[in-house]
Each structure stands twice: as C-alpha cells, then as structure tokens.
C-alpha cells in the first residue's frame, strides 16, 4: 500500500505548470484547498472540477497516475463516506433503523465530503508531482523566510524536508528488502491478531531503525565534505524569479478564487 | 611542495565505557608518512580494518590527527579555519552511492556543491553542466538518482565533486558496492579526470585490479604503510602480498605461478596481454 502514495513523488514531464514558480503554485494550492472547503452548490463543485481538471490537462500528467494515489486513503474514504451516510440527522428520512438514519442531508453529505477529500488528495498530489522536492522546499523556504526574524531555522527546516523526501523510496525498498530476509529466516508478518500483527513488526522496525541512522550518518559526512555548513553563504542553481507565466497563474488563481466565492453567494444550491 | 604531505601522522580511536573511562585505545593510523604530488594518480591498498578510510578522512578534514602533521595543499588540517578551504580543495567521494546524493534530480544534486561554496547561479550551471559531460552522464541530468544503476550514481556523485573543481579527489572504496560493469566504469571515469583535467586522484581500494595503471602504489596494514612503489614494483612480490591479505590479481598469479616451476617469464606482470607476449616469447624459443 506504500508505494500508491503518490505524494511526495516528482512526475518529470515538460509542460507549463512544471516550470510555473514554486511559490506561485504552493500559493494557488492553498487557495484550491480553501476553495474546496468553502463552496457551496453544483456551480462551485463545477468550477472547481474544470479548474483541477484543465490544470491535470495542461500539466501533461497522466490521470491515471494521480488516481493511483488515491488508493492509500480508500479506507478513509469509506469510513467517511458510511459515517456521513448513515448519522447525519436530516428532513426526510428514506431509511430508519435503531440509531442508524439515512436522510437526504446524510446523502448530500457524504457525497461531498468524498468529493472533497478525493479532489484534496487529487489537488496536492499534481502540485508535487509537478515540482521537484528541492524547488517545492525552495519555494517554501523563501516563502517562510519572514519566520527567519523570530528564530525559525527554515532552511534547516527546508532541508531535512527535501532529504527525507529523497530517503523514502530508498528506506521503502530497504523495508522490503528486510522484510524477505526476515521472511526467509521464518518471520511471520501476516497473520495472528492486531497486536501480534504489531509485535511481529519489531524484528522489522529495529533493523530499519539502524540503518536509518546509519544512512544519515553518512549523509551527513557526505554533506560536510562538499562544504556544507548551513544557509548562510549558499549561493542558489536555481534562483526563484518570476515571470511573465507565473503573474498570469497568480491572476488565474486568484481569478478561480473569486469565481468559486460568487457562486457560493449567488447559487448555494443544492446544499 | 607535493599537494599532500602527511608526516608521521597517527590517529587513535578512544573507546570508552558507561562510565565515560578509556576502556580500549585502537591506534588506526601509526606513523604514516605518503607524499603526493599535484597530477598524480596515487593508490592507497588494504585489507579491511587497515586505517586505509581512515587516512581518506584526514584529508578531507572530517578527523583531526591525534599525532603528527598533515599538509593538504599548503594548508595544515589541524587547523580549524583552513577546514572550508581544505574541503574545497580535496573533494571526497565515499562508498555508498545512494548516502551521498542529497537531491532528488541529477543536476540539483551537482549543483549542491557549488551552492555550498557561493558559486554566483550562472556559473553553477556552467560547472554542472561540464562535470557531467565529464563524467558522460549529461543525458541523465533530469532523472531521478533512484532510477541509476550504482556504477552511474556513482559517477553521479563524482560529477558532484567534480563541480566544486577541487585540486585533488579522494575515492574511498568507491567500488566496494558496485558490480563489476560499475566498477570499470568508476575506474575509468578516475583516470579520464586524471588525464583530462590534470586532477590528483587518491583511490583508496582493497581491489588490486584497479590500481594496476595508478603511478604510485602503497600499501596499508594495521595503520602502518608496509609496502609502496610502481604497481610493477609491487605486483612483483607476490609472496609479500599474500601475507598482508591482499588477492592478488589472477594473471600476476598465474605469470608467478609460471616463472616458479621454471619458464622464462619477467616479475610484475600486470595484464594479460603482456603475460601472452611473454608466453609467445617462450614458444618462439
């Protein structure tokens, strides 16, 4: 199940959103994400379903790809969508057993609280499929750079993010790795109850812990020897500069924005 | 004035217990004394566990000298302002491929050097993009480091090093984790950069193959420099080389072999076509 998340994962493609600034998408994201949190009616959902989907379109990144990423939160997903099916409290009642209801409010509901966590999940991914971890950590260190003045470290901050997004699939195909070799010495991973199930887990978690450390032990060497020594006298290979597209992006989401907040004011229909 | 010259210099691993007391002193380096000259391609030989990565260390300055001095262009490592420029200069490229790549595409994780050092942006990418050329991996520079084999993440890495344009370059082990296809090709990338870039190579290995075209050879033993001389030189005292543990490269073996039960065969073979050469000169009488 580990390998469907797509988050975190850099899909290189040659398209305009892949060149857009950092900071430019890091910023039209969390509008996306207010956005999806706050509108209301089958205009809203409209609006922003075209914007995702225009935007997967240009981005050159297959559908299919992101969709992928969407199995890791199935289960919440469910959960989610059969708690609000069944709970919610509502005018007409379809359905009545004991505690259990299922009203029309129950289904509207769970229907876009799904679609809303779907389109969450769908949104972020694109951003970081479409940035490289070090330009995402770029864009996010320049952006908290203000945080500098009450003594956040953000470029140490910025740097132990792209590291550890580089170690995941190496640590991931390390866990594998100790996993077989356990496996063939008659480690038992799969069956018996949760907390046996838990408990099998230690003969996995400790030697990944070791090596972990080992690794970052290593790193860090490496870091040091090419003259690592922290933020300050760091040059940059690629400096963040705005565009021309990137002013345009800015615009169309902030464009995106204003549209999704009108429709919730002159059409909060169905909800 | 040789670019490295280390003179009598010891280093000692303090152990010690719960009780933060000396339990066990390792001396790791004893006495050793190796002089480089600028533009040479030195190779460092030893078993495991004979102070061989540990000496690689000292000259990058990530361990200080408990004895005697070390000398890495001009400037001493004892002393703690010179480490930046020491670091510039000796550039080090270590065992593991994957613990040394900080980036997560190709060209970043060149760059990550010069960045380091304040290299201005434009010529970054002009050093980036010559260090991969030189390590013929520019039709990678997009990808993932994940996607690599390990011959070309290591050459990944050498191109890293490369990039802060360093006097000299330190490989400690740079094969040990390699098939032999990646092997060659670090090998063959080390000399290239010799050659080309008239850079001083110090290849730390416990391989003997790879040292056979270095210009000078010395071999390690318990922290102590035991044997040192052309590969030629070397390769001739094969008996020498059992001793110390070292595996002697099958064809030197197969020519010592030869020339013991009587044929006509010089010391020191090092490839096979010489081996064949002599072998036909055998015949021919």
Redesign the interface.
Known sequence: MIRDITIGQYYPANSIIHKLDPRVKLFSTLLYIIALFCFKGILGIGIITVFLFTTIKISKVPIKFIVKGLKAIVYLLLITAVFNLLLTPGNRVFWHYKLINITDTGITNAVVMSVRLIYLIIGTSLMTLTTTPNQLTDGLETSLKPLNKINVPVHAIAMMMSIALRFIPILIEETDKIMKAQMARGADFESGNIFKKAKNMVPLLVPLMVSAFRRADDLAMAMEARCYSGGAGRTKMKPLAYEKRDRIAYLVAILFFVAVIVARVLLPFPQ | MGIIKAINLVHEYIKRDEDNNVSDIVRALDDVNIEVEAGQFIAILGHNGSGKSTFAKHL?A?LAPTEGTLVVDGKNVKDEKNI?DI??NA??V?Q?P????????V??DV???????????EE??ER?DNSLKAVGMTEYR?????KLSGGQKQRVAIA??VA?EPKCIIFDEPTAMLDPNGRKEVIKTAHKLNKEKNVTILLITHYMEEVVDADYVYVMEKGKVVMEGTPRAIFSQVDALKEHRLDVPQVTLLADELRKSGLDIPKGILRREELVKALEKNMAR
């Open positions: 990058n990530l930046m670091r510039k550039g080090m270590f593991n994957d613990n040394q790549i900080i980036a997560s595409v060209e970043e760059g990550f050097g010069p960045e380091n050092i304040g290299v201005p942006t970054i990418w980036v997009k990808h993932s480091p994940n890293g090093v802060m």
